[in-house]
């Protein structure tokens, strides 16, 4: 019963803070924020994957980890993108 309730939250809470990462780049300085919780985004994806894998919880093709994962990396591939791009 807990392993359900756990299942769901790190879902919502991966799809949240990846959102919140995903609009952290619109502005240069949140992107230092916007790495930080996409550490906690990927933490709670990582969660939610392994719980499904596990448990088979639901039978969608793409569950919220996935998606949550995705929008958590966004920050990170931003970065490392203006990285490489202003390195002389």
Known sequence: MYTRLIYKLSGWLSLIIGLVCTLSIYQIRYVYY??????????????????NQKFEFDDVKWPKGYIGM????????FLLFVILKFKR
């Open 34 to 51: 916007g790495v930080m919780l996409a550490i906690l985004g990927f933490i709670f994806a990582g969660i939610n994957i392994f719980l």
């Open 70 to 77: 995705l929008l958590s990396s966004i920050p990170i591939l």
